[in-house]
């Protein structure tokens, strides 16, 4: 039923994710199909919602929902597609990736695209963070390292850190390079960054790591042990 198909779901990370470990499970094939999030869709054409999920998109776009009825999901999660489409000019696949900033999910036999979005936000000049030099610290491994964060830290916000960084003597930086010494992970949202759950940051690093970088992935707690 699904084969050669373009499909809908809203967080679409989870379902897909879902169907592709029980046919993992049972032995069978993926299927030959495109798909979209309505969740992510949602998020470039109603900007400064203070939520997403289904119920409250249906309920400022005037949707009739039954929800958690599967025939009803379903039908509101394609009603508040075609409306997004339609207030975002998207009138083919092709135009998703330019006017909706999401990139089409694939799944094949052999494997999968997920499909996600990229965060739009302006670099923040880094250069701009002046540390206190009393409290340099040339015992920290930070010290005179290049450092860089993704995702969300949960025991403080980026820029604390960053100060932190700063003040020990370190170097931050916005992006990963081969000059790069330590990346920081805190929380992803796979919603945003895709299924695998790791940002660009993280691919790139990782990568790296791989042509014989000796650049460093830790994690939050891991972080705040050598601060």
């Given at each position: 039923m699904i084969e050669n198909k373009f499909l809908l779901a809203h967080n679409a990370g989870?379902?897909?994710?879902?169907?592709?470990?029980?046919?993992?499970?049972?032995?069978?094939?993926?299927?030959?199909?495109q798909y979209a999030c309505s969740y992510i869709i949602s998020k470039k054409v109603w900007q400064g919602l203070p939520a997403y999920d289904l119920k409250t998109l249906c309920q400022?776009?005037?949707?009739?929902?039954k929800h958690h009825k599967a025939e009803s999901d379903s039908k509101a999660c394609a009603e508040l597609t075609i409306k997004a489409l339609e207030l975002s000019g998207t009138n083919s696949i092709e135009e998703?990736?330019?006017?909706?900033?999401?990139s089409i999910g694939r799944l094949y036999n052999g494997g999968y695209n997920p499909s996600n979005t990229k965060r739009e936000y302006k670099a923040k000049d880094l250069s701009k963070i002046v540390g206190d030099p009393s409290k340099h610290n040339?015992?920290?491994?930070f010290h005179g390292r290049t450092v860089v964060f993704t995702g969300t830290l949960s025991s403080m916000i980026r820029s604390e850190a960053q100060q932190i960084i700063t003040d020990i003597g370190g170097i931050n930086a916005n992006s990963i390079t081969k000059n790069t010494d330590f990346l920081v992970v805190?929380?992803?949202?796979?919603?945003?960054v895709?299924?695998?759950?790791m940002s660009s940051k993280q691919e790139k690093a990782i990568k790296l790591i791989e042509k014989g970088s000796e650049l460093e992935i830790v994690s939050e707690s891991e972080f705040l042990k050598s601060i």
């Open positions: 989870f379902d897909f994710s879902v169907l592709r470990w029980t046919l993992d499970y049972y032995n069978l094939d993926f299927p030959e199909l400022i776009n005037k949707i009739n929902l998703f990736p330019d006017k909706l900033k999401t040339i015992e920290s491994v805190g929380h992803q949202d796979y919603r945003i895709g299924e695998d759950g």
